[in-house]
């Protein structure tokens, strides 16, 4: 036999619709309850915008290249790494900035009926605190704007113009023209509030979401949700703005110490120069000489072009040793060493430039970082991998340029010893004149680079470029509307399910046919809904009502038990007192008395006996109990019923103080035997299981027991120990009878496996005499 039917079924949308369809009241109140909620909800919820910008700059690592005039015109500039861009942009230093100068820290609000609102636009003033790091706290200051007067009227101050500076308390503020303001729809009070500047700034980098808008590109997306879509704007293209200066500011640093360098060598060589001519002035007017000789010509314009390239190498040697001071310098910042100045060597130039770049992100990184921060740590391993190398090639140049300015000097000193047999005069004059272009070449060379300077100072450009400006989307991103509504009906629908399941779930006694199948093996044979009427007797001629339908149906569910002219004799018991054990025996005795066999109903709960009122028939009359002790024959027990011709029942008599005794005493099954011959079947009533063990001792004497469970009243921790139980004490060939189903939720229902507790059998209304219930009253059943 299969004895778990229904345990495990498929999944089945419409056993879901079934089970909580009952309750549709309570779901629809829940969904209206919860849409109003949402309703007020999105009213007062001030919507949410997204502003979005992106930037592009300039990674060493992606590459961006640039025309090669505009490599000239920035010599300056650097390339940069998109990472270390996105925590400058999220440093704490840009961001009090942002917060200072769109004054932040000074919100302006509408007061509402039920929420303040953002007066960024709508007011005409905005707030300025001159020393904003030391603001003090304050939540409501309250104010109005006289137009005509150009005035704010401010409670303890009287009137204050715009524009001046007064103190407040503990701070310095004034009142300055608001260049968006919009007239409100509707005039409200106006109030100001103080919010601490650090406070501001760490939650505007918590707000601002800042990356990369893909892992190839270097275009960093910058994206803020604000309630006040231009508030928004201004706060990312004034970062955007703080952003490019910082970085115009660094470079502009590096261009001014280059352009005061080259300065301050021009003003000596041009010192030295303007000696030099005034010393041939002198002797030309002393000595009186014109013109030189074609061979002091000569000489002079070898010697002079060895100078000049001893010159060149000694300024490359100065150059090379001021490098050096500045590579083996603390910290690497003992002065500007532009590269333009620098030798020839392109290695040596593009060494120096790393390092001018890598120390120019350590400081700008050093500004908004901890000292201890990944990247800071790597850009001083990266510069102290740079200085060996430029040291080596400081030195090998050093050595090379040593190496010709000897063999220049040796050159050098042959021409003088020629130069010796010249005359005294011009060979004076030679010497002077050479000084002279010495300085002279010294001094076209720094004007040149000072130039050069100038040019890239004034066409200094940051090293980003704006792609798109701030812009604000144009529909709200929170609340959104569909959204909230649907999880409305979804939590509406949650707590309905919530309420059913738990009302079901913390019931301690059985609710449904599942639960008898999973507790106990035992088949369910039959189930038996719950009817108000008071009758105990409602199965009975041209009755076709549910309840007298379903006691046919159980009529024929008892060959699955083997009930037949043979096996007869059907004990029905229960858990305990009022599952309605006396209420199926009777109808069942009906029910088959219906189909013309011979029925004998025993009432055998000899201490609770409730058989004997049904049949009208007096409490302590002659029964069972006066055959047990010999006082009354078989035929004087035996009665007629009125409930049908064919039915006849035995009382159990008075109420012995010793019924278990009075069982065992032999005499029941002599009666048993000798009532077998006369009737078709027999059906004992007995006392219930749990506190008693007449059942256990009637059951050897019967051919199968129909258990009584009922529906919302046997306890579950009863039919959990049934069969546990039974191994001890058995009852024979048990089948279970669910009784007293109950429709669910509000109205009524029929008592199918969805709607109902059982599975049923598809008739609609319970027992057409059956009185309504309440609303109420239903849904607590």
């Not at 056993?15 to 089970?19: E, G, H, T």
């Not at 006289?146 to 001046?164: E, H, R, T």
């Not at 004059?429 to 272009?437: D, G, K």
């Given at each position: 036999m299969?004895?778990?039917?229904?345990?495990?079924?498929?999944?089945?949308?419409s056993?879901?619709?079934?089970?909580y369809?009952?309750?549709?009241?309570?779901?629809?109140?829940?969904?209206?309850?919860?849409?109003?909620?949402?309703?007020?909800?999105?009213?007062?919820?001030?919507?949410?915008?997204?502003?979005?910008?992106?930037i592009l700059?300039?990674d060493?690592?992606?590459?961006?290249?640039?025309?090669?005039?505009?490599?000239?015109?920035?010599?300056?500039?650097?390339k940069?790494?998109?990472?270390?861009?996105?925590?400058?942009l999220?440093?704490?230093?840009?961001?009090k900035?942002?917060?200072?100068?769109?004054?932040?820290?000074?919100?302006?609000?509408?007061?509402?009926?039920?929420?303040?609102?953002?007066?960024?636009?709508?007011?005409p003033?905005?707030?300025?605190?001159?020393?904003a790091?030391?603001?003090?706290?304050?939540?409501?200051?309250y104010?109005?704007?006289?137009?005509?007067?150009?005035?704010?009227?401010?409670?303890?101050?009287?009137?204050?113009?715009?524009?001046?500076w007064?103190?407040?308390?503990?701070d310095?503020?004034r009142f300055?023209?608001?260049?968006?303001?919009?007239?409100?729809?509707?005039?409200?009070?106006?109030?100001f509030?103080?919010?601490?500047?650090?406070?501001?700034?760490?939650?505007?980098?918590?707000?601002?979401?800042?990356?990369?808008?893909?892992?190839?590109?270097?275009?960093?997306?910058?994206?803020?949700?604000?309630?006040?879509?231009?508030?928004?704007?201004?706060?990312?293209?004034?970062?955007?703005r703080?952003?490019?200066?910082?970085?115009?500011?660094?470079?502009?640093?590096?261009?001014?110490?280059?352009?005061?360098?080259?300065?301050?060598?021009?003003?000596?060589?041009?010192?030295?120069?303007?000696?030099?001519?005034?010393?041939?002035?002198?002797?030309?007017?002393?000595?009186?000489?014109?013109?030189?000789?074609?061979?002091g010509?000569?000489?002079?314009g070898?010697?002079?072009?060895?100078?000049?390239?001893?010159?060149?190498m000694?300024?490359?040697?100065?150059?090379?040793?001021?490098?050096?001071?500045?590579v083996?310098?603390?910290?690497?910042?003992?002065?500007?060493?532009?590269?333009t100045?620098?030798?020839?060597?392109?290695?040596?130039?593009?060494l120096?430039q790393?390092?001018?770049?890598?120390?120019?992100?350590?400081e700008?990184?050093?500004?908004?970082?901890?000292?201890?921060?990944?990247?800071l740590?790597?850009?001083?391993?990266?510069?102290?991998?740079?200085?060996?190398?430029?040291?080596e090639?400081?030195?090998?140049?050093?050595?090379s340029?040593?190496?010709?300015?000897?063999?220049?000097?040796?050159?050098?000193n042959?021409?003088?010893?020629?130069l010796?047999?010249?005359?005294?005069?011009?060979?004076e004059?030679?010497?002077?004149?050479?000084?002279?272009?010495i300085?002279?070449?010294?001094?076209?060379?720094?004007?040149?680079?000072?130039?050069?300077?100038?040019?890239?100072f004034?066409?200094?450009?940051?090293?980003?470029?704006i792609?798109?400006?701030?812009?604000?989307?144009?529909?709200?991103?929170?609340?959104?509307?569909?959204?909230?509504?649907?999880?409305a009906?979804?939590?509406?629908?949650?707590?309905?399910?919530?309420?059913?399941?738990?009302k079901?779930?913390?019931?301690?006694?059985?609710?449904?046919?599942?639960?008898?199948?999973?507790?106990?093996?035992?088949?369910?044979?039959?189930?038996?809904?719950?009817?108000?009427?008071?009758?105990?007797?409602?199965v009975?001629?041209g009755?076709?009502?549910?309840?007298?339908?379903?006691?046919?149906?159980?009529?024929?569910?008892?060959?699955?038990?083997?009930?037949?002219?043979?096996?007869?004799?059907?004990?029905?018991?229960?858990?305990?007192?009022?599952?309605?054990?006396?209420f199926?025996?009777?109808?069942?005795?009906?029910?088959?008395?219906?189909?013309?066999?011979?029925?004998?109903?025993?009432?055998?709960?000899?201490?609770?006996?409730?058989?004997?009122?049904?049949?009208?028939?007096?409490?302590?009359?002659v029964?069972?109990?006066?055959?047990?002790?010999?006082?009354?024959?078989?035929d004087?027990?035996?009665?007629?019923?009125?409930?049908?011709?064919?039915?006849?029942?035995?009382?159990?008599?008075?109420?012995?103080?010793?019924?278990?005794?009075?069982?065992?005493n032999?005499?029941?099954?002599?009666?048993?035997?000798?009532?077998?011959?006369?009737?078709?079947?027999?059906?004992?009533?007995?006392?219930?299981?749990?506190?008693?063990?007449?059942?256990?001792?009637?059951?050897?004497?019967?051919?199968?027991?129909?258990?009584?469970?009922?529906?919302?009243?046997?306890?579950?921790?009863?039919?959990?120990?049934?069969e546990?139980?039974?191994?001890i004490?058995?009852?024979?060939?048990?089948?279970?009878?669910?009784?007293?189903?109950?429709?669910?939720?509000?109205?009524?229902?029929?008592?199918?496996?969805?709607y109902?507790?059982?599975?049923?059998?598809?008739?609609?209304?319970?027992?057409?005499?059956?009185?309504?219930?309440?609303?109420?009253?239903?849904?607590?059943?």
């Open positions: 299969n004895n778990h039917l229904g345990k495990e079924e498929d999944f089945d949308i056993n879901v619709l079934y089970k369809v009952p309750y549709w009241p309570l779901f629809v109140a829940s969904v209206i309850v919860f849409i109003a909620a949402a309703f007020i909800y999105l009213r007062y919820t001030v919507p949410v915008y997204q502003i979005s910008a992106n700059v300039k060493e690592k992606k590459g961006l290249n640039e025309s090669s005039i505009m490599e000239s015109l920035d010599m300056f500039g650097s940069k790494i998109v990472e270390n861009e996105i925590e400058v999220k440093s704490r230093t840009l961001m900035q942002v917060v200072t100068n769109l004054q932040l820290y000074a919100p302006v609000f509408n007061e509402g009926r039920i929420k303040d609102v953002s007066a960024y636009r709508t007011s003033v905005k707030v300025e605190v001159k020393h790091d030391s603001i003090t706290a304050l939540s409501k200051v104010f109005t704007f006289d137009s005509a007067k150009n005035s704010v009227a401010l409670k303890g101050k009287g009137l204050v113009p715009v524009n001046q007064f103190i407040y308390k503990k310095t503020l300055i023209p608001n260049t968006l303001y919009s007239p409100p729809l509707e005039k409200r009070q106006f109030y509030s103080f919010v601490n500047l650090k406070q501001q700034v760490g939650g505007l980098i918590q707000g601002i979401d800042i990356s990369p808008v893909s892992k190839q590109a270097t275009v960093i997306g910058l994206k803020l949700n604000d309630e006040v879509p231009r508030r928004g704007e201004d706060i990312l293209n004034e970062l955007i703080v952003y490019n200066r910082a970085a115009i500011e660094d470079k502009n640093i590096l261009a001014s110490n280059t352009l005061a360098f080259v300065e301050e060598r021009l003003r000596g060589v041009t010192d030295e120069l303007g000696k030099v001519e005034e010393a041939i002035q002198r002797f030309k007017s002393n000595k009186g000489i014109v013109d030189i000789s074609e061979q010509k000569l000489f002079l070898s010697v002079q072009e060895n100078d000049r390239k001893i010159a060149e000694n300024m490359q040697l100065a150059v090379l040793d001021q490098v050096e001071r500045y083996l310098s603390k910290q690497g910042n003992a002065g500007i060493v532009p590269s100045l620098g030798p020839n060597d392109p290695v040596l130039s593009q120096l790393s390092l001018n770049d890598l120390q120019l992100q350590y700008r990184l050093r500004k908004t970082t901890a000292e201890n921060n990944p990247l740590v790597s850009l001083q391993d990266q510069i102290q991998q740079v200085k060996p190398n430029i040291i090639n400081i030195r090998n140049q050093r050595s340029l040593q190496a010709g300015r000897s063999n220049l000097n040796i050159n050098s042959r021409y003088t010893s020629l010796r047999n010249i005359p005294q005069n011009e060979r004059l030679l010497e002077i004149s050479r000084q002279q272009a300085k002279n070449n010294i001094y076209t060379f720094l004007l040149q680079k000072r130039e050069e300077t100038a040019l890239s004034a066409s200094t450009v940051a090293d980003s470029r792609v798109d400006v701030a812009e604000a989307s144009l529909v709200p991103v929170s609340p959104k509307r569909k959204i909230v509504y649907l999880i009906v979804l939590a509406a629908l949650g707590v309905g399910i919530g309420i059913v399941l738990t079901e779930l913390l019931n301690q006694n059985i609710l449904f046919r599942s639960e008898i199948e999973r507790f106990v093996s035992w088949p369910v044979i039959g189930e038996i809904t719950f009817s108000e009427a008071n009758q105990s007797i409602v009975g001629e009755k076709r009502n549910v309840i007298a339908e379903q006691f046919r149906q159980l009529r024929t569910s008892l060959d699955y038990l083997g009930i037949d002219q043979n096996k007869k004799k059907i004990l029905l018991t229960s858990t305990i007192s009022g599952e309605g054990k006396s199926i025996a009777v109808n069942m005795a009906a029910s088959l008395a219906l189909t013309g066999k011979k029925i004998l109903l025993i009432e055998l709960d000899l201490r609770k006996p409730k058989l004997s009122p049904m049949f009208e028939i007096k409490p302590g009359s029964g069972i109990t006066n055959y047990f002790i010999g006082k009354a024959r078989i004087e027990i035996i009665q007629k019923t009125k409930v049908n011709a064919n039915l006849d029942f035995i009382a159990s008599g008075p109420i012995p103080p010793n019924p278990s005794e009075l069982i065992l032999g005499k029941l099954q002599e009666l048993l035997e000798h009532l077998e011959k006369v009737y078709d079947f027999i059906l004992i009533d007995t006392a219930p299981v749990a506190p008693v063990t007449d059942a256990h001792i009637l059951s050897k004497f019967c051919d199968a027991t129909l258990y009584i469970i009922r529906h919302g009243y046997t306890p579950k921790v009863h039919v959990k120990r049934l546990e139980n039974n191994k004490r058995g009852l024979k060939n048990v089948a279970i009878i669910f009784n007293g189903l109950k429709g669910r939720g509000f109205g009524k229902y029929g008592y199918g496996y969805g109902g507790y059982g599975y049923g059998y598809g008739y609609g209304n319970v027992e057409s005499g059956e009185k309504k219930k309440g609303f109420l009253e239903r849904f607590k059943a």
